[in-house]
């Protein structure tokens, strides 16, 4: 079992910045990908980042692509997400998610989901 618990959500005006924090633990020894996720009400959930566990094949969508930077400390079972230059429609509740060898943009592909964390963006 792996717990994922995600932070550093929050209320915030166009054009500021967050930083999300996503802390591993259980059973963590395996060198896996690790992405983030966003959800709006019902929609499915949409892949922002994803990177490796050697911190290469870094993935962003192309609606975030130069705003945001994922990164990770494995030392610390910690991955991150800088979010810049934030716009209204990056309002989402954010989730990382546990992945396979290599990065994937599906949701399906990742096993370990954590509870997500708010991100409101206000015009």
């Known amino acids: 079992q792996v717990q994922l618990v995600e932070s550093g959500g929050g209320l915030v005006q166009a054009g500021g910045s967050l930083r999300l924090s996503c802390v591993a633990s259980?059973?963590?020894?395996?060198?896996?990908?690790m992405g983030w996720f966003r959800q709006v009400s019902r929609r499915e959930r949409e892949f922002v980042a994803g990177l490796e566990w050697s911190g290469g094949g870094i993935t962003y969508a192309d609606s975030v692509r130069g705003r945001f930077t994922i990164s990770r400390d494995n030392a610390k079972n910690t991955v991150f997400l800088q979010m810049n230059n934030l716009r209204p429609e990056d309002t989402a509740v954010y989730y990382c998610?546990?992945?396979?060898?290599?990065?994937?943009?599906?949701?399906?592909?990742?096993?370990?989901w954590g509870q997500g964390t708010q991100v409101t963006v206000s015009s």
């Open positions: 998610a546990r992945g396979g060898s290599t990065v994937a943009t599906e949701a399906y592909l990742y096993d370990y």
């Open positions: 259980g059973h963590t020894d395996s060198r896996t990908a």
